[in-house]
């Protein structure tokens, strides 16, 4: 069965970083896309992020570039991702996503979400 | 930055048939597949229609899925209570390099 665990979400002020992780489990994690969406409260859903298996290239969403980095460690099935420069607009449900086809925008796994919130 | 445009809105009866709209332009529908999400409160969104019209197993076949042109739509026949929930579309942006969602669509039975 596969799992992703999202942990590292939190209240941190304007300006400051933080860092996301994700624990996968369940699947040859090396062999898979991965990417960050994010739900603001009440709000729709947002691609933040993705990074790709092997060759790890990244693209990320205009919202969050030149802020955000997104990374992985295949060794231990873990993504990341590296939020810097917080915005209260940054104030989020950050997921972990499973993609089946690179750029496809087919998630067959979702985590449960890690709420970031951006207050001073 | 959201260019794929869904209603806002739908309602059905039981047992009646909804049709939820995505529409793009060439560089992300007309150009990739459309995968759609529906997503009940307070939960993670789960996977309904990929590659256009592909169902993952567990999903009834209630749901369906078609793309033409530069727009796409979530059909859903046999309309039930337990529908109710916010529907997403999803494509790739050539142009963007970068996933597009939908706004939401929020299903009222």
């Known amino acids: 069965e596969v799992q992703l665990m999202e942990s590292g979400g939190g209240l941190e002020q304007p300006g400051g970083s933080l860092r996301l992780s994700c624990a996968a489990s369940?699947?040859?994690?090396?062999?898979?896309?991965m990417s960050w969406v994010r739900q603001a409260p009440g709000k729709g859903l947002e691609w933040v992020s993705v990074?790709?298996?092997?060759?790890?290239?990244?693209?990320?969403a205009d919202s969050v570039k030149g802020r955000f980095t997104i990374s992985r460690d295949n060794s231990k099935s873990t993504l990341y991702l590296q939020m810097n420069s917080l915005r209260a607009e940054d104030t989020a449900v950050y997921y972990c996503?499973?993609?089946?086809?690179f750029g496809s925008g087919y998630f067959d796994s979702w985590g449960q979400g890690a709420l970031v919130t951006v207050s001073s | 930055q959201s260019v794929l445009t869904q209603p806002p809105s739908a309602s059905g009866t039981p047992g009646q048939r909804v049709t939820i709209s995505c529409s793009g332009s060439r560089s992300n529908i007309g150009s990739n597949t459309v995968t759609w999400y529906r997503q009940f409160p307070g939960t993670a969104p789960q996977l309904l229609i990929y590659i256009n019209d592909q169902r993952p197993s567990g999903v009834p076949d209630r749901f369906s899925g078609s793309k033409s042109g530069t727009s796409a739509s979530l059909a859903i026949s046999g309309l039930q209570s337990e529908d109710e929930a916010d529907y997403y579309c999803?494509?790739?942006?050539?142009?963007?390099?970068?996933?597009?969602f939908g706004g939401g669509t929020r299903l009222t039975v």
């Open positions: 369940g699947f040859t994690f090396r062999n898979s896309a």
């Open positions: 999803a494509a790739w942006d050539d142009n963007l390099s970068g996933l597009l």
């Open positions: 990074i790709t298996d092997n060759t790890f290239t990244t693209f990320y």
């Open positions: 996503v499973k993609e089946v086809y």
